[in-house]
């Protein structure tokens, strides 16, 4: 049997999956639009085959000293072009690294935000405005201000995956691999205000035993993970390992599983790359993934002798999959689109980043 879920309901949000152009485009200043606006030079992506593109971005990365960062969940072939592949945290270190002069991030919109946040000297490319994330548009920065006023004093604690000035209202940054030694490094007496995915600050409360203000966000993708489903495949496959990849929020309810008892004992909450270290040194040659299903291609490109079965086939972000070769080509060649936080916001961001760096 499943353990119940005993998620607090402290408030309802709603959210759009459907992220708009409009909505998107908000993000950015009429000055940034107007620069930035499509105008295609060029020869145009949509004549070119897919050996063409390739070779076309492959000039244009050298000729700009251009480098491609992409998120594990993008589509194979992105994930094939690029100069480093990894989840959120891991990227942003990538670009805070690099001494490439163009960063083109193939991700979501949060990330590429928190590329621009840390490296404020490089410029940095989003292949489409529209790839957003359902969990980061759970809160506002003026509902944040809001909850704020009504817990004067409370230490508020921000997953990465929020917007910059969400993450400029907010005390310290987390990831949901350090976000139980984030919160346990706050003392004991101090209210705190966990956002914005809810299955994580529970799996945090169940394993500091602190009582934190969570807001009710969740990520749609995750929401496709039903644990009572991974339970049915753990029973079909006694034999796999069920390895939950702990960064981007896509299983952080199969997290809180884990935390209640409710998921087998071989089940192991690793990053992406410990994911793949993992497997790699594991004697089991069938491993249940819970995440969103963009991970399998790596792991099964490094591991063609196992086999990975998807927790859920319907764990697909669809803002992930927005990143095509054609977009990659069109943002190098054309600056198309540049990311970019007031400085105001992004020094106030990068100190609860980097507060958060500091613990782990
Ligand atoms: S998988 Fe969920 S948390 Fe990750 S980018 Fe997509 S919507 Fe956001």
Same mark, same amino acid.
């Given at each position: 049997? @499943?353990?119940?879920?005993?998620?607090?309901?402290?408030? /309802?949000? %709603?959210?759009?999956?459907?992220?708009? #152009?409009?909505?998107?485009?908000?993000?950015?200043?009429?000055?940034?639009?107007?620069?930035?606006?499509?105008?295609?030079?060029?020869?145009?992506?949509?004549?070119?085959?897919?050996?063409?593109?390739?070779?076309?971005?492959?000039?244009?990365?050298?000729?700009?000293?251009?480098?491609?960062?992409?998120?594990?969940?993008?589509?194979?072939?992105?994930?094939?072009?690029?100069?480093?592949?990894?989840?959120?945290? &891991?990227?942003?270190?990538?670009?805070?690294?690099?001494?490439?002069?163009?960063?083109?991030?193939?991700?979501?919109?949060?990330?590429?935000?928190?590329?621009?946040?840390?490296?404020?000297?490089?410029?940095?490319?989003?292949?489409?405005?529209?790839?957003? %994330?359902?969990?980061?548009?759970? !809160?506002?920065?003026?509902?944040?201000?809001?909850?704020?006023?009504?817990?004067?004093?409370?230490?508020?604690?921000?997953?990465?995956?929020?917007?910059?000035?969400?993450?400029?209202?907010?005390?310290?940054? %987390?990831?949901?691999?350090?976000?139980? *030694?984030?919160? /346990?490094?706050?003392?004991?007496?101090?209210? #705190?205000?966990?956002?914005?995915?809810?299955?994580?600050?529970?799996?945090?409360?169940? @394993?500091?035993?602190?009582?934190?203000?969570?807001? @009710?966000?969740?990520?749609?993708?995750?929401?496709?993970?039903?644990?009572?489903?991974?339970?049915?495949?753990? *029973?079909?496959?006694?034999?796999?390992?069920?390895?939950?990849?702990?960064? %981007?929020?896509?299983?952080?309810?199969?997290?809180?599983?884990?935390?209640?008892?409710?998921?087998?004992?071989?089940?192991?909450?690793?990053?992406?790359?410990? @994911?793949?270290?993992?497997?790699?040194?594991?004697?089991?040659?069938?491993?249940?993934?819970?995440?969103?299903?963009?991970?399998?291609?790596?792991?099964?490109?490094?591991?063609?002798?196992?086999?990975?079965?998807?927790?859920?086939?319907?764990?697909?972000?669809?803002?992930?999959?927005?990143?095509?070769?054609?977009?990659?080509?069109?943002?190098?060649?054309?600056?198309?689109?540049?990311? *970019?936080?007031?400085?105001?916001?992004?020094?106030?961001?990068?100190?609860?980043?980097?507060?958060?760096?500091? !613990? &782990?």
């Amino acid at each position: 049997m @499943m353990a119940a879920r005993t998620i607090p309901v402290e408030r /309802q949000v %709603c959210y759009n999956v459907e992220l708009t #152009i409009e909505k998107a485009v908000s993000i950015m200043s009429i000055d940034q639009l107007t620069s930035t606006q499509i105008v295609e030079t060029g020869p145009k992506a949509d004549s070119m085959s897919q050996e063409e593109l390739i070779e076309a971005i492959n000039q244009l990365r050298k000729e700009r000293n251009a480098v491609i960062l992409a998120h594990n969940y993008q589509i194979p072939v992105i994930q094939d072009i690029a100069d480093f592949t990894g989840d959120s945290l &891991g990227l942003a270190r990538q670009a805070a690294k690099t001494d490439a002069d163009v960063i083109v991030f193939c991700g979501v919109h949060f990330m590429a935000e928190t590329a621009a946040i840390l490296c404020p000297d490089k410029k940095v490319l989003l292949p489409d405005l529209e790839a957003g %994330c359902s969990l980061a548009d759970t !809160i506002t920065v003026e509902q944040l201000r809001e909850w704020k006023k009504q817990h004067p004093g409370a230490v508020v604690v921000a997953y990465v995956n929020t917007s910059a000035a969400v993450k400029a209202e907010s005390d310290i940054c %987390c990831t949901s691999s350090n976000a139980v *030694e984030v919160v /346990q490094a706050i003392p004991e007496d101090q209210e #705190i205000l966990f956002l914005p995915d809810m299955f994580l600050g529970s799996y945090v409360e169940k @394993m500091t035993g602190r009582k934190m203000h969570i807001w @009710m966000g969740e990520c749609h993708v995750h929401a496709a993970i039903h644990p009572d489903e991974v339970q049915r495949l753990a *029973e079909k496959h006694p034999e796999a390992e069920l390895l939950i990849h702990p960064e %981007c929020g896509c299983s952080t309810s199969a997290m809180y599983e884990v935390a209640a008892g409710g998921l087998p004992s071989n089940t192991a909450l690793l990053s992406t790359g410990k @994911m793949i270290k993992h497997v790699a040194q594991s004697p089991a040659e069938t491993f249940i993934v819970a995440t969103e299903v963009g991970i399998l291609h790596r792991l099964q490109q490094e591991n063609p002798a196992k086999r990975f079965v998807p927790a859920s086939e319907h764990a697909v972000c669809p803002f992930m999959k927005m990143i095509t070769l054609e977009k990659v080509y069109r943002s190098l060649k054309d600056d198309i689109y540049v990311i *970019e936080v007031d400085p105001d916001t992004a020094a106030k961001a990068r100190r609860a980043i980097e507060r958060m760096l500091e !613990i &782990g």
